[in-house]
């Protein structure tokens, strides 16, 4: 099992898609897992999850959030860097 890898990116980094449905959008990172080696991108790769009601009272909702993708599937942009 690998341990913690080593990214060329951190929390803050503005980056910019390289691969996947997203490519050449860019966005800045929110949230980093170095266990699995995935970043979260703020307003990039946003799945929704479909929410039952558990109770009578409540009410079903649709929740919006944004997905990890894997840090090689990202560039840093050295122009916006913060």
Known sequence: ?????????KVGDVVTVI???HKNETGEITK????TGK???KGINFKF???KPNTENEIGEIKQFEAP???SNVKLNL???S
């Not at 099992?1 to 990116?9: G, N």
């Not at 980093?32 to 266990?35: F, M």
């Open 1 to 9: 099992m690998p341990k913690s890898q080593k990214l060329h990116v």
């Open 19 to 21: 691969s996947g449905f």
């Open 32 to 35: 980093i897992d170095r266990k």
């Open 39 to 41: 970043v979260v991108v």
């Open 49 to 51: 999850k479909h929410i």
């Open 69 to 71: 993708i894997h840090h």
């Open 79 to 81: 122009t916006e860097r």
